[in-house]
């Protein structure tokens, strides 16, 4: 790791000066993603700016079918909060997939987000679910956030305070994790709402996207049997030692089978 | 059997520090005024050294010193070398190129050091290593290793033209062909053995300190065999005379193979000291350890077997190219040779084997050892092809073995290796009753219906262990002798201290060499210690490797004890005046044999060092050393079988069962036992399902770090059925085999075999991945 | 440089270290607390797992400046003066380790394991939930044993105490 300025926020206003403050300043959420990239020299800011302890941030308010996640609030705590896990278990068990137990217990919502990694799993459920991304300044729907590899809108001295979104009808996650990194090698986040959504990470070559030749025949049905026979195309796929584009593209729609299943269990 | 003696499940005296945080590895060692090293790598796979300018790093804080390859050599630190002589075929010694620990003209693989910083911290070390800069002239790199013997292919030594190390052979070519011309039936097929990266969870470390007062040298270091690594450092590489130097391998995390070498980290940190003043400390960041640890397998070969027309195994022939990498690490050479081509006949009696072995260099990471080392590559090719000949001829895969097996002993091979005892029937029934095979095709068709494709695959192993005597080894090429030592002192108060040239890292001996010791004179465990791992304490001994430490080391062990009990019993007759002859020891006592005369044995050991009363002529004390020289390998044997599920429509494998029924003799602690076939068994489903090392082109290792280069973790595997059945080794004092590597070398074969049984399509290659089986599913 | 002041294994500990430090490196290196591993640089292999706030983290993906302000345990402040925690005594009965080197990492995560799941454990839990625990050496079936004794024998000793409540 190069050398770096660790500082310690108590409020987003006071993250945002502090930041503003450093030359090249990096918002530290739970470091699962920044410190490795930082350990093997990938990432070298000048400041790190801790927002583990800014209290606005953290904790689920769900109200009806309407639920807000704090942007530091951590994989572990989503994945076991008894009142989301009743309107939206997808996302928890979304969450309880991420990393392992001790990432989940530093890992944040908001970093993952904000990193945009292109094989995380939250970015999936942001799009399927079209949540709105709320930052310090602005709120931003989903769609708009994610652009391409480890890119978002987010713009300098822009935190991300919370997600919103509201509970769609039914919902599943199905991820088939790389077997050495554990990240998605392809992750499918199913929404059924007023319209049905299909999200798909760690398969594009260019990030998350909407699968939307399988939005159109879970439109008109949807059963996981909608599925057979569709298939979508290995073009804009990823390829790498592990999986070529050809087998992402049939574990999209395979892993987009099975978070049907789960939808409608 | 009792307590605490042979036999006995006892539980380990060591693990009290591991589990409390209190053991001590490499990194944990401090010396007053510490500094820390990081080495400065080639980027690259091939290239020329042009300048090395180091002002900038020299400028950055903290830094002490920045030491290269010109440097070490002006100060006649000489290069590594391989420490086994393999001639080819046509009688020409091995092609070994120079390998400098610090480069000084050319680069030859990703990782490859050029330079050594020192400096205050780690991090300042670090900082300062990225800051030398290194202007390379990038050549051509050469990968792979059927192309390096392209003669367009680059060059990598001057001494290996078209990068052939050695051209070598074994067997009877001859018989083979004549055998192959009426055979009745043939099975050909091409394998591939995947590059592994051995992984020991803790990464290479080393301190070297040297005392200006003494004029002495100290390494604590990552080895399986500091005395080893003294005597090559000492002996070839100039760093210190064995009397100036002092090796340490205090606890190590795990070797696998690949800390028997000795790498050019620790010789330069000990270098490095004496330059700098300064005790200097380095300790592997896992990438490196994934760039300079010694890589393991990477064969590609092709492999033919011959049948009579009653499906009996007439003759075996095998084509292997071997690649070695950027240059031959300490054993490389004897890997894919001794190692490899002599285990060829399996468990079946094969009236005539040849098999042509080339070793050739590529712009890789060096190749060596890594557990099983040529065994699993015999392995994998001996039990896929006598699978696919079952298949091919459609007979059961069991009978095909069985009614090959080789039946009595002692067997000589066609391939050099006496089998001396075995029972691979045995073996066979037991992996098959406990595999429940006969009611295998109904969980087949249950799984069927669930979608998914369950199959079933075996693999009847052989192996050596213990290699030996010296005189045979030397006479192979051997470089040093593959004896052990043992010392074994009785305290005044009767506690005992037992030295050995083994090393533990992991394998138990502070409880299983314990546990001789409470056999074979009655003490408690808890007053014997093992010491080990320190040259400076022991006198010489060679190491824990090829799963030696029980047949070489504890029977080194055991003739120190006899001298130890002959002269205990000589005490105790002339105490009880009774006659020697009749004075047995039991339960912690010298008894006169059908009396109740008895001394007890701290009262015998008090009497050897008070010599106040001992026969006369004898000397005080009670302290014996013996070098144990085996008469032969050993050779544990079993069976494995694995049973899968594959879902068609990933890809992915799920291991739902999986027996081992292994032979290692006469066992001392089962339960240390069976957990070295637990991880064996997990490193070989780890090569066959998970575990590769990938190169790209330009000879970048894309499998650096555990985000690509998969690990098997705990919800890969199942939980193992462990049995043995039992064939007491007639070659050693105890009949015991060995057992840390048969996981690794018997069960690749029956994972793949069992997944292309699963997915009815034999052409598959490890590692056998999701998207890999996915592929072979379609193309079925 | 930051002073940093954490409470260590029941010790008020403070030092001044670089921003860049992590966490493990200040056990390590300024406690002397070497049973904490580093094991790889990815925050993958687990070695280095300790609780922080009395949840298992890895002390190799924080910087010790993070936990400025903590409580920690590491496993040398497992044990209860000379009697062991149920986990390391399990892991010694089931032959739960080998070279030691991923143990101390293993025993910390399964000891938060084990009390993230107060109603037990079983087998396709205990190995799910060790993805960020490696092991080379033990093939991971006496790990898994280990915790499956441990968590049996914690679950019921405190079923016994809440009866005795």
Redesign the interface.
Known sequence: ??????H?ASSVSEAVKLAKAGEDSKF?AG??TL??A????LAAPSD?V?L?HVKEIRGIKVSGKKVTIGAGTTH?DVAGNAKLVRVCPAICKLASSI?????R??GTIGGSIANNDPAADYPAAMLALDATIITNKRAISAARFFKGLFETTLKDGEIIKEVQFTAPAKCGYAK?PN????YAMTGVFVAKGKEVRVAVTGAGDDGVFRAKALEKALERKFDASALDGVSVSASNMMSD????AE?RA??VV?MAKRAVAAANA | MGMEGIGARVARKEDKRFITGAGRYTDDMVVPGMKHAAFVRSPHAHAAIRKINIKAAMAMPGVIAVLNGKELKADGIGNIICGWMIHSKDGSPMNMGAWSPLATDTVRYVGDAVAIVVADTR?QAR?AA?AVEVSYKVKKAVIDPVSALDPKAPQIHPEAANNLIYDWELGDAAAVDAAFKKAAHITKMDVVNNRLVPNAMEPRAALGHYDKAEDHYTCWTTSQNPHVARLVMSAFYNVAPENKLRVIAPDVGGGFGSKIYIYPEELTCLWASKKTGVPVKWVAER?ESFLTDAHGRDHVSTVELAFDAKNNMTALKVDTIANLGAYMSLFSSSVPTYLYATLLSGQYKIPAIHANVRTVYTNTTPVDAYRGAGRPEACFLVERVVETAARELGVSPADLRRQNFIKEFPYQTPVIMAYDAGDFDASLDAAMAAAKYETFERRRSTAAKKGKLRGIGMSCYIEACGIAPSAAVGSLGAGVGLWESAEVRVNAVGSVEILTGSHSHGQGHETTFAQLVADRFGVPMDSVSIVHGDTDKVQMGMGTYGSRSGAVGMSAIVKALDKVEEKAKKIAAHLLEADEGDIVIENGELKVAGTDKAVPWFQMALAAYTAHNLPSGMEPGLKEGAFYDPTNFTFPAGCYICEVEVDP????TEIVQFVAADDFGNIINPMIVEGQVHGGVAQGIGQAL?EGA?YDESGQL??A???????PRAD?LPSFNVSTTTTACPSNPLGIKGCGEAGAIGSPPAVINAITDAINNNNLSMPA???KV??AIRSA | M?EVSMVVNGRKVSGSV???T?LVHFLRDNLGLTGTHVGC????C?SC?IH?DG????A????A??A?GSTITTIEGLADGASLHVVQEAFKEHHGLQCGFCTPGMIM?AV??IN?HPGGLDEATVRA?L???ICRCTGYHNIVKAILAASKKIKSSSARKKKAA
């Open positions: 790791m190069y050398e770096v300025t660790y310690r530290l470091g699962m410190i490795p930082m350990k093997t020299r790190v801790d583990r572990a990393g392992d137990p001790h990432v217990h530093m088939f077997p050495a990194s554990r030692i592990h999986a070529s087998y049939n574990l395979v | 991090a900082d990225e990438t429509e990933t890809g992915s998970l990938h894309l499998t770090s555990y985000m690509d280069y998969t690990m890969n991945t999701s998207g996915w592929a | 930051s670089e921003d860049r992590l640089d990815t925050s993958q687990g797992v922080v949840k298992a983290v890895k190799c993906t924080m910087l400046a993070q400025s995560a938060d394991m993230r939930e993805d960020g625990n």
